[in-house]
């Protein structure tokens, strides 16, 4: 008998709130060297969104997204773990 796959489809959205945040932003007069780092002192709203299709069997696990941020370096993963419940 073969495993039957079940189309899993899946909605994630994240959002939180960042103070005081190094932002790069470019400096305007006749000393700039190029991008530089600056305090940014009001909240920073960050998200992360996924729209998941996947195809799964019994038992199966899929690690399907992964994202840094590009400014604090931290990797957001989704790991999804199928079971029938019988």
Request: no cysteine.
């Amino acid at each position: 008998m073969a495993a039957a796959n079940f189309d899993v489809q899946l909605s994630f959205e994240r959002s939180w709130l960042d103070g005081e945040v190094l932002l790069p932003f470019e400096k305007s007069g006749p000393a700039t060297e190029g991008p530089a780092l600056s305090q940014f002192n009001e909240p920073v709203i960050r998200q992360f969104k996924a729209e998941l299709n996947l195809v799964m069997r019994d038992g199966q696990t899929v690690e399907s997204t992964v994202a840094t941020d590009p400014l604090s370096g931290k990797v957001a993963k989704i790991e999804v773990t199928f079971v029938v419940v019988k």
